[in-house]
């Protein structure tokens, strides 16, 4: 680790935190639908439709809105996958996408997962990347902040029974945020050398005086959205590692500040729309803490080296610099993880298959605290304040008194369906990974063997699971049975989890919202940012750490000791 590595994190981190309070204002303004004269085109378009953005939803037909409107895109997704060979603008001339395929990677986008078990490079089409899936990367991203706008008006006023309307706040977002955020992203991209064009490819001379095929395409507006969204999902098969995707350290400085920008973001709308600004802050601390450990984290397993290259002799000065880009150094390297696995975003700098254990560890860990440290677009606030309610619960039994968060009392239903949400991941992850490890048709699909081949199928469940879509690598995931138990896990981990936050939604809306007493609970400081941290640790560590013993962990041990598998 060196000063100036830490000197780019910290102006990296710095310029997202900077950014997220105006980012905060206006989706506070566009939650609250103060846009001024922005409010007459959407509502132009939502009458059209027939939908009167007015007319508010419960938490029952608000999900059953959101779950409709999903499964329509997945299905449309589904057909142009398939119908892909007979659609125009495919230059390369792709065939359809194979049926289980196809399934899954309409799934993958939809719930905002990404998770990529093909090379877009070598199987998707101009159409099915710009119209199927950067469509999806925009749609999935404003679900998870139309919801999470859902849960921020269960806690901002009492005796409510509806949520908002689903229709005008998917509109809202991807009309005044996502859209333009990314036209500004494709631009900025544009000029720091990312291709942005209909044609194919391009042929090259070799220096051996050969020729080269190098494929090319609308990449710079897809990598401006699938940061932009937490999405994740690259143009090219190994994301930002490709030049094309990273052409710079500038250029990959500003995948991670998009990444994290509006989940950042989102906790300080929380705070404006509560009335309490200091309770958004609460929640952004937490975030940020997180991320700088795990960056402390990964920078100094990878700086230490491989310890096995280290017991063979070669020099530590470079550290373990294997999967990563000579050009951006293992700073940048730590800081992408750190933020992509923790805001749910999945894009990669740097091949997670070459870190060291320890280094592996974290990522996979982050995933599997829930996605909340920052999370995605809107899943990471509503995944936080899930664990909210739980610390205050936890507080509450310390001191004898019922919970209260924000005025509204935490009673046994929101602590049931807290508890059901937080279920969800690992028995996703655990259930659906011990599977298929126990199965040749699962096992047949591992690269490796040892603690390293379960780190592999670990990491692909959780990845899905957290609706991450990062891979670890040296699995073979385009498989039937992978594609099919992933898409299992990526709907599990999205919807799954949602129905339950929404449900707490609705029963905390109804509530009034009373006065802060005497004996309540302070939920702005830092001890109760402590008591969140502690919840969102020991909730992971107890149901993860078992598998993690016997993945990394082990792994490392391993290695220190000079086994190989």
């Avoid at 870190?355 to 920052?374: M, W």
Wanted: proline share 5%; hydrophobic share 55%; glycine share 14%.
């Amino acid at each position: 680790m060196t000063i100036i590595g830490w000197a780019q994190i910290a102006l990296v981190l710095g310029c997202a935190l900077l950014l997220a309070v105006p980012a905060g204002a206006w989706l506070a303004a566009i939650a609250q639908g103060r846009l001024g004269p922005l409010t007459r085109p959407d509502a132009a378009l939502l009458r059209a439709a027939g939908i009167n953005p007015g007319q508010g939803q419960s938490w029952q037909t608000y999900l059953l809105a959101m779950l409709a409107f999903n499964a329509a895109g997945f299905l449309l997704l589904y057909g142009m996958l398939r119908l892909q060979g007979a659609l125009p603008l495919n230059p390369q001339g792709f065939d359809g996408i194979p049926p289980w395929l196809a399934f899954n990677t309409a799934l993958s986008f939809v719930t905002n997962t990404n998770w990529q078990a093909y090379s877009g490079e070598s199987a998707m089409s101009h159409l099915s990347q710009m119209a199927g899936l950067a469509v999806q990367n925009f749609l999935s991203a404003a679900t998870g902040i139309a919801l999470a706008f859902a849960v921020i008006r269960a806690f901002a006023a009492g005796g409510l029974t509806q949520l908002g309307n689903f229709w005008a706040d998917l509109t809202r977002v991807t009309l005044w945020l996502l859209l333009p955020g990314a036209v500004l992203a494709t631009f900025a991209f544009i000029a720091m050398g990312v291709p942005q064009t209909l044609e194919a490819s391009v042929t090259a001379a070799t220096l051996a005086g050969g020729e080269q095929v190098i494929s090319l395409g609308p990449v710079a507006s897809q990598l401006a959205i699938k940061h932009l969204g937490t999405n994740g999902g690259g143009f090219f098969g190994v994301n930002s590692l490709h030049p094309f995707e990273g052409p710079s350290a500038m250029a990959t400085s500003l995948q991670i500040i998009l990444q994290v920008v509006i989940p950042f973001g989102l906790c300080l709308a929380f705070g404006r729309m509560v009335g309490d600004a200091r309770q958004g802050r609460a929640l952004l601390a937490v975030m940020t803490g997180f991320v700088l450990l795990a960056t402390l984290a990964i920078y100094a397993a990878e700086a230490a080296g491989n310890p096995l290259h280290l017991a063979a002799g070669v020099s530590p000065a470079q550290g373990n610099m294997e999967g990563k880009d000579l050009r951006f150094g293992l700073a940048l390297a730590a800081l992408f993880t750190a933020t992509t696995t923790g805001a749910s975003c999945g894009a990669v700098n740097a091949m997670l298959d070459s870190f060291t254990p320890l280094g592996g560890l974290v990522p996979l860990f982050l995933i599997q605290l829930g996605e909340v440290l920052p999370g995605g677009v809107g899943s990471g606030l509503y995944g936080m304040l899930v664990f909210a309610l739980l610390a205050v619960f936890v507080a509450g039994l310390m001191v004898g008194r019922t919970p209260e968060y924000l005025g509204k009392k935490v009673q046994a239903r929101e602590v049931k369906l807290a508890m059901l949400a937080v279920l969800v991941l690992p028995a996703a992850i655990l259930g659906l990974a011990g599977l298929s490890l126990v199965l040749e048709v699962g096992t047949a699909s591992l690269q490796d063997a040892g603690p390293h081949g379960l780190s592999e199928m670990l990491y692909a469940f959780t990845s899905a699971a957290g609706n991450n879509g990062s891979a670890f690598g040296g699995l073979t995931a385009d498989t039937p049975w992978l594609n099919t138990m992933l898409g299992f896990a990526m709907l599990a981990g999205r919807f799954g989890f949602v129905i339950p936050v929404l449900a707490i939604a609705g029963s905390l809306a109804a509530k009034p919202r009373a006065p802060e007493g005497a004996g309540t609970l302070p939920t702005h400081g830092p001890l109760f940012a402590g008591l969140l941290a502690g919840v969102i640790l020991i909730l992971g560590g107890l149901q993860y750490l078992p598998a993690l013993a016997l993945g990394p962990i082990a792994e490392h041990f391993a290695m220190l000791a000079g086994q190989t598998f």
